[in-house]
Nanobody, 116 residues
Framework: QVQLVESGGGLVQPGGSLRLSCAAS????????MGWYRQAPGKERELVAF???????KYADSIKGRFAISRDNAENTVYLQMNSLKLEDTAVYYC??????????WGKGTLVTVSS
């Protein structure tokens, strides 16, 4: 079992920045990759970014150049630095962990609202 706890969401103006954090606990040695997904009102959940244990990253085209994912292995934490936020980035952001065998775990989500 892996437990994920997100933090860092909130209200920000367009063009602003936020940093999300996701702290993992439990069977963390089984984690292959961690990432962030988001779900906007009325839309399906979509991948934002993920990072593997080796440090490889993948980003959604919609956020390339604006968001950056990183991890602190000592703290078992993954971060999502979000810059130049747009109205359309408003969503609930979910932390995700994938372990051996493809099993996935999810956090409860943190709300990011971009509004003037």
């Amino acid at each position: 079992q892996v437990q994920l706890v997100e933090s860092g969401g909130g209200l920000v103006q367009p063009g602003g920045s936020l940093r999300l954090s996701c702290a993992a606990s439990g069977n963390i040695l089984s984690i292959n990759a961690m990432g962030w997904y988001r779900q906007a009102p009325g839309k399906e959940r979509e991948l934002v970014a993920f990072i593997t244990t080796s440090g490889s990253t993948k980003y959604a085209d919609s956020i390339k150049g604006r968001f950056a994912i990183s991890r602190d292995n000592a703290e078992n934490t993954v971060y999502l630095q979000m810059n130049s936020l747009k109205l359309e980035d408003t969503a609930v952001y979910y932390c995700n962990a994938m372990i051996l065998g493809g099993v996935q775990y999810w956090g409860k989500g943190t709300l990011v609202t971009v509004s003037s």
